[in-house]
């Protein structure tokens, strides 16, 4: 067995028993990657089966060869996650795409030229015996993006296989948006992380769905319905995922991001928030805020400003960093300062809603 496997089995061994981790290095590549020695080190570790961290414009991956069963089976053991939530598959180069479907859909074919390399990830039939089947379980679909940071290209464009990466956090906590998220919940479990700072778009990447009659959007994201539209025209997106109706249990399959005090989803009024802060001061309890820096009150016990509200690329690129900012608080309840539904709004608050349970705070 290689170095880097058999490191990880012996790290989760260890782990059980409460003992030594593996030690999990952090280099700092910064936007590119300008030493071939640490794409030498990335490409050794995936070559060989394991799995590293890496940035992309969305969030950090973590990422294994999607070609092998036992790389793609660390993931899922070092996120925690269900076995059967597929994983999207990553690409360096347009080429790939064709080898790992049964056909390109025009649509898709827009779409790759409108928005790749970047946030957009695009559900087509997936072509049988090319990726691991723990990659995509029980579909016949593979969701598949070539991701714009610099580093994450120019690891993808030194492989001869595609990437299966899902976000780089344990199961059920925010994505990681910094190199230090992923360390908080991967430390000791995985050998590398590549640290490119904080990630631009800092929401994952919009789904799309084109094998249906209509493209269907299936997770709103880092590129907007109404940019789709301008390439594809009229597009579908289901409306539990932009209202707050959120499915709850049994339909909710799988686990999502929830922060340990309940949060509720708050509209952006002043005078709305004072009323909750007080209410919550009432009953003898602390409250943490996320919100724009227009509604700043020194009234809350912690309050997380992340970006003006006419910046909504800056709202999405800091929510998950407050929101983990706030489950590192004492506060008994967060509130969470809500955004339009219009262009990255929709995935904001796709987010928000979720790590709310639909909860709102709607005052007297
Ligand atoms: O921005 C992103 O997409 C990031 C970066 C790392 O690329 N990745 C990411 O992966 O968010 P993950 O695993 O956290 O979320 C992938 C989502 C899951 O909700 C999964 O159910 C869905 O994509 N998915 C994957 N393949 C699919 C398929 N064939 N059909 C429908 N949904 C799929
Ligand atoms: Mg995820």
């Known amino acids: 067995m290689d170095k880097a496997l058999k490191i990880i089995h012996i790290s989760k061994r260890n782990q059980q028993e409460g003992e030594l ?40 991956g973590l990422a294994a060869d999607a070609t092998k069963e ?19 598959v990553h690409v360096g180069r347009m080429e790939q795409v064709e080898a790992l479907v049964t056909d390109v859909p025009e649509t898709a074919r827009q779409l790759m030229d409108a928005f790749w390399p970047g946030p957009l990830t695009i559900v087509m039939r997936m072509r049988p015996n090319v990726l691991a089947n723990n990659v995509t379980p029980g579909l016949e679909t593979v969701g598949i993006r070539m991701p714009s940071h610099p580093v994450a290209l120019g690891l993808l464009r030194r492989l001869d296989f595609p990437l299966a990466a899902p976000s ?9 948006t910094e190199a230090s998220h992923v360390l908080t919940d991967l430390k000791g479990i995985i050998p590398l992380i590549l640290d490119g700072g904080s990630t631009d778009v800092g929401l994952e990447s919009t789904i799309i769905d084109v094998t249906t009659e209509e493209p269907t959007i299936l997770r709103p ?49 002043a005078a709305l928030l004072a009323e909750a802060v007080q209410e919550v001061h009432a009953k003898g309890q602390r409250v943490a805020i996320v919100g724009p820096e227009e509604l700043h009150t020194e009234a809350a016990d912690w309050y997380f400003s992340i970006g003006q509200m006419d910046q909504p690329e800056k709202l999405a690129a800091h929510l998950y960093r407050a929101l983990r900012q ?30 709310a ?8």
């Open 168 to 176: 780089a956090n344990r199961s059920g906590k925010p994505s990681p």
């Open 221 to 269: 994201g880092g590129v907007t319905k109404e940019q789709i539209e301008r390439v594809i025209g009229p597009v579908k997106a289901d409306a539990h995922l932009t209202s707050d109706q959120v499915p709850r249990a049994p339909g909710m399959k799988y686990m999502h991001y929830a922060p340990d005090a309940p949060l509720f989803v708050i509209e952006p009024d």
């Open 326 to 355: 706030c489950d590192a608080t004492e506060a008994d309840v967060i509130l969470a300062v809500a955004m339009e539904l219009e262009g990255l709004g929709l995935a904001f608050m796709n987010r928000l809603n979720k790590a």
């Open 70 to 88: 036992q790389a793609v089976a660390q993931i899922f053991e070092a996120k925690g996650r269900p076995s059967d939530n597929p994983l999207i």
């Open 357 to 364: 349970d639909g909860k709102h705070y709607v005052g007297e």
């Open 21 to 60: 981790e593996m030690n999990t290095t952090v280099v700092h590549v910064g936007n590119y990657v300008d030493k071939d020695e640490t794409y030498a080190q990335s490409v050794d570790i995936l070559s060989k089966g394991g799995i590293l961290a890496f940035p992309t414009e969305t969030v950090y």
